[in-house]
């Protein structure tokens, strides 16, 4: 422990860090903490927060009663959180040298809080290397720009681009459209690069100013640290250019809804080899095995609960509705990508978002047909369900 707090330390000095945000993420994807002088971060080695944080809601509002008292201690006692050294970021828009530290909770005793979206993702993980296995995943975020708008009466429309006007028809995979916003998107791969993030297309979504950024494949719990990182980012470099940036699932009511595809693949730890891929390249038995518990299950874990989501069901061409499959059609949950022969992915493509990165990859990953079995192991599943159905049911970010 002493060690990687001698590296984390050595980091914020040699960068002159003289503030550091420290971070959790709550079940909504919310970064919620504190921020505290570097010399007294590292001298508390980490913060407390009251547990109940992970159960609050967009809009702040909380759990519903019996949900809340039963997974919580009434007195609302706090959690210790410890600093990861692997998941630390500059804030590159922040007046003084700043860094933002992702932590891990715990009890007192010690035992890492069962409510942390970080801490299941690091449960399912553990799954799978426990068998050998590494999920190497991808995500794709989907965003709209908008006009900045303070009174919420009012519907959000697109922002001026540089030509001086605002988009008024659909420019799907349009370069010029996405030109509109080269400035903005400049300062955002600018600190994106000097916060490590692994950026790899942008692309002009088919609604009015929405833009998709993708990311490279990689390690599950670090792509959705950078997630958690990058939609703070990407607001704040909007911020900089007088425009908006949401993640919401379906913010103008007669555009396309935003979502966040995922990219998975399974590869043997030893050898790298991709376990969804047989030597001459065709599909392997457990690649079907995944894409089955996929379909017995997942499609569970994603009911509209939020008025915005409701709103994107309503109206998506290309809604996903069935539990099926395909290698190429576009109108499924369920997509294989295989970009080369050998390395075929699942590619899952809900048409609604799940709040926060970590529980997303959780219960995706999860679901696997070999290992959605363990999950019923996890002490905390069963209610964590319960949990996530009713914080989303509160959301309406």
Not at 93 to 117: C, R, Y
């Amino acid at each position: 422990m002493s060690t990687k707090l001698d590296q984390l330390t050595s980091w914020l000095k040699e960068r002159k860090i003289t503030e550091v945000e420290c971070l959790i993420s709550d079940l909504t994807g919310i970064a919620r903490g504190k921020i505290s002088p570097t010399n007294k971060f590292l001298d508390e080695k980490g913060m407390r927060l009251p547990e109940s944080v992970l159960l609050q809601t967009v809009t702040g509002d909380y759990v519903e009663d019996d949900i809340y008292y039963d997974l919580l201690d009434e007195a609302d006692i706090d959690m210790f959180c410890r600093p990861d050294e692997n998941a630390v970021f500059l804030v590159p828009w922040a007046i003084e040298p700043t860094a933002m530290v992702i932590h891990d909770s715990f009890d007192k005793q010690g035992n890492p809080i069962e409510l942390s979206p970080r801490n299941i993702l690091k449960n399912v993980l553990k799954l799978y290397a426990d068998k050998g296995w590494k999920p190497i995943v991808a995500p794709e975020m989907e965003f709209y720009l908008t006009k900045r708008n303070s009174d919420p009466d009012f519907p959000l429309v697109a922002p001026v681009g540089r030509s001086g006007r605002q988009e008024t028809g659909r420019q799907s995979f349009s370069i010029d459209a996405a030109n509109e916003f080269d400035p903005l998107f400049e300062d955002m791969y600018d600190w994106c690069e000097l916060q490590g993030l692994d950026l790899d297309t942008l692309i002009h979504e088919e609604g009015p100013a929405q833009m998709e950024i993708n990311f490279r494949h990689g390690d599950a719990l670090h792509l959705a640290d950078q997630i958690l990182v990058f939609k703070r980012t990407m607001r704040e470099a909007a911020l900089k250019h007088d425009v908006a940036a949401t993640f919401m699932a379906k913010p103008i009511t007669d555009q396309p809804g935003s979502a966040m595809h995922i990219h998975q693949s399974v590869v043997d730890i030893k050898t790298g080899k991709n376990l969804f891929s047989n030597a001459d390249g065709s599909m392997s038995e457990l690649f079907m095995q995944h894409i089955g518990g996929l379909q017995k299950t997942s499609l569970s874990c994603c009911r509209c609960s939020r008025q915005t989501s409701t709103r994107s069901a309503a109206s998506c061409r290309t809604l996903r509705r069935r539990s099926t499959w395909s290698g190429a059609k576009r109108t499924v949950p369920w997509a294989c990508a295989c970009r080369r022969p050998t390395r075929p992915t699942a590619v899952w493509k809900t048409a609604w978002p799940v709040p926060t990165p970590t529980l997303t990859w959780c219960w995706r990953r999860a679901c696997c047909a070999v290992t959605w079995a363990w999950l019923v192991t996890l002490s905390p599943a069963p209610r964590l369900k319960a949990v996530v159905m009713s914080v989303a049911t509160c959301a309406c970010r």
